[in-house]
């Protein structure tokens, strides 16, 4: 594996996986699914391999792309949603990880809501949400078809991405799971668990009044 030249790259690739822990520990990943990175400079980024079981990585299942999603060793396999997680990072210099589950919850929630975006409101836990201040703002976190075709997804991201800074640092893919991301590790993760927290609360609430539309 090629390594940077940097004293923070172990204690980062030792906080990815302690954030991918977590993740599997809550049964946000199973089956090998999800893939999780971290932005280490301009060029690089930190990624999982393709098929790994996150309840059980090591640093040898971390490896390096570029700043296009390609990896820096050509032996080695990225995860197959690179793609987005390159042009994540292309959107946004500001992002340093992001973080891609796939819960029951996001997963049935996405494919019940029909339109462009799940509209979240009047719940506090909103406020673990970077740019939310209160429980009446509202949080529309955009839905994209599922595709086998990431380029395709990553570009109709691209399309959607407003001009202004008021992006919710997340999207859902309908019937896949979520990708959230934040300016750290730190961030990324509690917005993963904030929104997986919401998700629930709104299916849990769909359940009770039996609107499941
Ligand atoms: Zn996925």
Same mark, same amino acid.
């Given at each position: 594996? =090629?390594?940077?030249?940097?004293?923070?790259?172990?204690?980062?690739c030792?906080?990815?996986?302690? %954030?991918?822990?977590?993740?599997?520990?809550?049964?946000?990943?199973?089956?090998?699914?999800?893939?999780?990175?971290?932005r280490?400079?301009?060029?690089?980024?930190?990624?999982?391999?393709?098929?790994r079981?996150?309840?059980?990585?090591?640093?040898?299942?971390?490896?390096?792309?570029?700043?296009?999603?390609?990896?820096?060793?050509?032996? #080695?396999?990225?995860?197959d949603?690179?793609?987005?997680?390159?042009?994540?990072?292309?959107?946004?210099?500001?992002?340093?990880? =992001?973080?891609?589950?796939?819960?029951?919850?996001?997963t =049935?929630?996405?494919?019940l809501?029909?339109?462009?975006?799940?509209?979240?409101?009047?719940? !506090?836990?909103?406020?673990?949400?970077?740019?939310q %201040?209160?429980?009446?703002?509202?949080?529309? @976190?955009?839905?994209? #078809?599922?595709?086998?075709?990431?380029d395709?997804?990553? !570009?109709?991201?691209?399309?959607?991405?407003?001009?202004?800074a008021? @992006?919710?640092p997340?999207?859902?893919v309908?019937?896949?799971?979520?990708?959230?991301?934040?300016?750290?590790?730190?961030?990324?993760?509690?917005? @993963?668990?904030?929104? !997986?927290f919401?998700?629930?609360? @709104?299916?849990?609430?769909?359940?009770? %009044?039996?609107?499941?539309s």
């Amino acid at each position: 594996m =090629v390594m940077p030249q940097s004293d923070d790259y172990p204690a980062l690739c030792d906080a990815l996986l302690d %954030t991918i822990g977590r993740i599997a520990a809550r049964h946000w990943c199973p089956a090998t699914g999800g893939n999780f990175s971290a932005r280490i400079d301009d060029q690089l980024r930190l990624i999982t391999r393709s098929g790994r079981d996150k309840t059980r990585l090591s640093r040898a299942d971390l490896m390096l792309c570029d700043a296009r999603g390609k990896a820096l060793n050509p032996a #080695d396999k990225p995860s197959d949603e690179t793609a987005l997680h390159a042009r994540l990072y292309q959107l946004d210099s500001r992002i340093g990880a =992001v973080l891609h589950t796939h819960s029951s919850t996001a997963t =049935v929630l996405s494919r019940l809501s029909h339109g462009s975006s799940l509209s979240i409101h009047g719940f !506090e836990m909103q406020k673990a949400i970077h740019g939310q %201040t209160s429980h009446l703002d509202a949080l529309d @976190v955009p839905i994209f #078809d599922n595709t086998q075709d990431i380029d395709a997804l990553a !570009e109709r991201v691209a399309e959607r991405w407003p001009a202004d800074a008021t @992006v919710v640092p997340a999207l859902l893919v309908r019937g896949h799971g979520l990708y959230a991301w934040g300016r750290d590790l730190n961030e990324a993760y509690r917005h @993963v668990e904030g929104l !997986e927290f919401l998700f629930e609360c @709104v299916w849990q609430e769909r359940l009770a %009044t039996r609107d499941l539309s």
